[in-house]
């Protein structure tokens, strides 16, 4: 499986949105409604911020929203933060070998 | 509150065995999948296998030939054996909690709610 592909960088000004892509294909992606996106400090574990490519989980600010078109999926994240700057990483299921696959990571810089 | 902690040696040897052990402090111990994931220094992360406490596996086909994760329900405990390391399996390792779910008739995890620290593991003579 490869991995899904991610723009290495993505910034705004703070109080701006970002938007990170994940794309991957009709396997993945495309092919099913589970995708997660994970926010990583540095020196620190993944953090989930969306699941099933939409939802998110109790305490992740409404800031953070999730989409999907076709085999991309997308991480919004609205009214950018200091504490926003962070790797993020996306990650779908896969079928085939009933495994997930993680996307290459993206690093927001707030500028 | 639920909370993972790796434990291990941070040093092995090349073609030796990687071992590792995620203590986990969570009353629903067999009600989630417990997962392995990795991250070289500077990269990305890599799924390496999941287990339920029944001892059902799902490994990375990558990964499948070394690898063995192992459960231990008496103390809330799973593990990890990779053999035949190299300098490619340096990284830092994750356990983390997988929230189960049916697709296509199979069970996989759907997300990872839950994540240990981290250990880094150092492969070198």
């Known amino acids: 499986q490869s991995a899904l592909t991610q723009p290495p960088s993505a910034s705004g000004s703070p109080g701006q949105s970002v938007a990170i892509s994940c794309t991957g294909t009709s396997r993945d992606v495309g092919g099913y409604n589970y995708v997660s996106w994970y926010q990583q400090h540095p020196g620190k574990a993944p953090k989930l911020m969306i699941y099933?490519?939409?939802k998110r989980p109790s305490g992740v600010p409404d800031r953070f929203s999730g989409s999907k078109s076709g085999n991309t999926a997308s991480l919004t994240v609205s009214g950018l933060q200091a504490e926003d700057e962070a790797d993020y990483y996306c990650?779908?299921?896969?079928?085939?070998?009933?495994?997930?696959?993680f996307g290459t990571g993206t690093k927001v810089t707030v500028l | 509150q639920v909370q993972l902690q790796e434990s291990g040696p941070g040093l092995v040897k090349p073609s030796e065995t990687l071992s590792l052990t995620c203590t986990v402090s969570d009353a629903s111990f067999k009600s989630y999948y417990w997962s392995w994931i990795r991250q070289p220094p500077g990269k990305g992360l890599q799924w390496i296998g999941f287990?339920?406490?029944?001892?059902?596996?799902t490994y990375n086909p990558s990964l499948k030939s070394r690898l063995t994760i192992s459960v231990d329900t008496s103390k809330n405990q799973f593990s990890l054996k990779l053999r035949s390391v190299t300098t490619a399996d340096a990284a830092v390792y994750y356990c983390a909690r997988g929230i189960p779910r049916s697709v296509d008739g199979t069970w996989v995890v759907d997300r990872l709610d839950y994540w240990g620290q981290g250990t880094l593991v150092t492969v070198s003579s």
């Open positions: 990650s779908s299921y896969a079928g085939g070998n009933n495994f997930d696959v």
């Open positions: 099933e490519v939409s």
């Open positions: 287990i339920y406490y029944s001892g059902t596996t």
